[in-house]
C-alpha cells in the first residue's frame, strides 16, 4: 500500500486509540478489499437497523467522491465525445469513477416480498446466492454478531466463494467463525459498537479511495 495509505490506517488509531485492539484487522481488510476492488470483483454490504443505515453509507462513500476527485479517465472521456458530442461535456463534468458496491439492504420491494413469501431470516441470503461471485467480499455488519439474516447471508458467501469481513462488537458473537476477518470493535453496548464502527468503515473507504484514486505513489 501507498505511504499515505499506511498514514490513514495509523490515523484512525490516533484519533480513536481504543481501536488499538483491533488495528490488525482494520490494516487486513483495508488490503483485502482493495485486492477485492483491484481485480475487478464487488463489494456486498448488510445489516440491521442502525447497520442497516450504515451499510448504505458505506456504498454512499465508495460509488461517488468521498475524499479524492475522482475523474474519469482518458479513454471514456474519448469515446463519450465520440459517442455523444452534445451531452459528452456535461457527462465527463459530473461522472466519476466508482467502486462496486451493493447495499442488499436497498432492495425494499424484494425484501419484503421475500420476506413475505418466504423467509425474513433469509433475504440477504438470497441476494448474495444472487450477486456473489468468487473474490466478491461480503461485508457483514452485526453489532452482537448474532444477527440471524446475516448469519445466513455469511455462510452462503463463504460457500460460494466470496469473502467475508465481520463488523461486530467486542465478542464478534456466531459471526467471528464465519468471518476471514472479523473487526470487533472494543464495547459491548450497542449505540457505542455503532459509533466505533463508523470510523472503522470510513477509514477503510479512505484507504480504498486513496489507493485507485490517490496521485502520490
Known amino acids: ?8 490506517l495509523k490515523n484512525l488509531v490516533r484519533r480513536y486509540p ?3 485492539t483491533c488495528e490488525a ?3 487486513s481488510a483495508a488490503v483485502h478489499m482493495l485486492d477485492c476492488f483491484t481485480k475487478n470483483r464487488k463489494l456486498l454490504v448488510c445489516g440491521n437497523g442502525g447497520s442497516a443505515a450504515d451499510s448504505e453509507h458505506i456504498v454512499g462513500e ?10 474519469l479517465d482518458e479513454d471514456m472521456c474519448k469515446n463519450l465525445r465520440t459517442a455523444y458530442p452534445e451531452y ?12 462496486p458496491a451493493i447495499s442488499l439492504v ?12 418466504n423467509s425474513a431470516e433469509m433475504a440477504f441470503a438470497q441476494q448474495v446466492l444472487s450477486y456473489g461471485r468468487p473474490g466478491d467480499m461480503l461485508l457483514a455488519i452485526s453489532t452482537s454478531g448474532n444477527s440471524a439474516n446475516v448469519l445466513y447471508a455469511a455462510r452462503i458467501a463463504k460457500l460460494i466463494g466470496v469473502t467475508v469481513l465481520g463488523l461486530t462488537g467486542r465478542s464478534g458473537g456466531k459471526l467471528l467463525a464465519l468471518s476471514d476477518i472479523c473487526i470487533r470493535v472494543p464495547s459491548d453496548i450497542t449505540y457505542q459498537i455503532q459509533e466505533y ?10 484507504c480504498v479511495e486513496n489507493e485507485l484514486f490517490g496521485m502520490d505513489q
Do not use: W
Open 88 to 99: 459528452a461535456e456535461t457527462m465527463i463534468e459530473n461522472l466519476q469513477r466508482a467502486v
Open 18 to 20: 481504543a481501536l488499538g
Open 25 to 27: 484487522e482494520i490494516d
Open 197 to 206: 464502527h463508523l470510523p472503522v468503515y470510513h477509514c477503510l473507504c479512505a
Open 62 to 71: 465508495l460509488m461517488k467522491t468521498f475524499m479524492l476527485n475522482r475523474p
Open 1 to 8: 500500500m501507498r505511504a499515505s495509505t499506511c498514514e490513514i
Open 106 to 117: 436497498s432492495e425494499t420491494a424484494l425484501m419484503t416480498a421475500y420476506t413475505n413469501d
